[in-house]
């Protein structure tokens, strides 16, 4: 079965440092790979994918990922964090069974900036 | 563009009564529409994924029921809430590989 570990539920870093939150799979056949924001009391809001294709992913807010197959990595960076960036972020797996998409959601990273 | 819609944001609602969450989507035909729900500290759990109309499908056994009465409408019930369904709840759809959230309801069940 399918499934998305998230290493550390909370990420504390210092504004400017690099950001670095962790996720590793589980799947038996390719995965669609994912990482989703979260403001508080809001939904998700897509912030970079894998499908196929390069392996090092850009998304939005200057962040971006990385996978590594051999390792079953999708790990999520910024090399400078900003205050605004303080989120949960979520990490996901899509996989393609009996016709639909069915997405597995990581337990979440709740990522603290401080001055 | 596709836009989903769920509604309420919040609710506050008594042990042991009813519950109807509504979501729907536009802009798109056939989604595959989700129900996840999302429990203080928790990461996101799936609850219910429908492939069309009149087709539910249930991730794990609880007091919830889904139902799916039209191509872009999907309801999520209860017919006696309990103090352990407290939580944020969120309807999604999927188009190809991305899945797409509404803004989430928070249930406060006293």
């Known amino acids: 079965a399918q499934s998305v570990t998230q290493l550390g539920s909370h990420v504390s870093v210092s504004e400017g440092a690099l950001v670095l939150l962790r996720c590793n799979y589980s799947?038996?056949?390719?995965?669609?790979l994912f990482w989703y924001v979260q403001y508080p009391n809001q939904g998700l809001q897509l912030l970079l994918k894998?499908?196929?294709?390069?392996?090092l992913v850009k998304g939005i807010n200057g962040f971006e990922a990385e996978f590594k197959k051999s390792e079953t990595s999708f790990h999520l960076t910024k090399p400078s964090a900003h205050m605004s960036d303080a989120a949960e972020y979520f990490c996901?797996?899509?996989?393609?069974?009996?016709?639909?998409?069915?997405?597995?959601f990581g337990a979440g990273t709740r990522l603290a900036v401080h001055p | 563009s596709q836009t989903i819609h769920q509604w309420p944001a919040t609710l506050v609602q008594p042990v042991g009564s009813p519950l109807s969450l509504e979501c729907t989507v536009e802009?798109?035909?056939?989604?595959?529409l989700y129900w996840y729900r999302q429990a203080a500290g928790r990461g996101l759990q799936l609850l219910f994924y429908?492939?069309?109309?009149?087709?539910i499908s249930s991730e794990v056994p609880q007091n919830l029921s889904a139902s799916r009465p039209q191509d872009r409408q999907f309801i999520l019930s209860s017919k006696k809430l309990l103090l352990s369904d407290s939580g944020f709840y969120l309807c999604?759809?999927?188009?190809?590989?991305?899945?797409?959230f509404g803004q989430g309801t928070r249930l406060t069940v006293v």
């Open positions: 999604a759809w999927t188009g190809g590989t991305e899945a797409f």
């Open positions: 799947s038996s056949v390719p995965p669609y």
């Open positions: 894998y499908t196929t294709g390069a392996t």
């Open positions: 996901a797996v899509t996989y393609i069974s009996g016709g639909y998409n069915k997405l597995i």
């Open positions: 802009g798109t035909s056939n989604p595959n």
């Open positions: 429908s492939v069309g109309i009149g087709q």
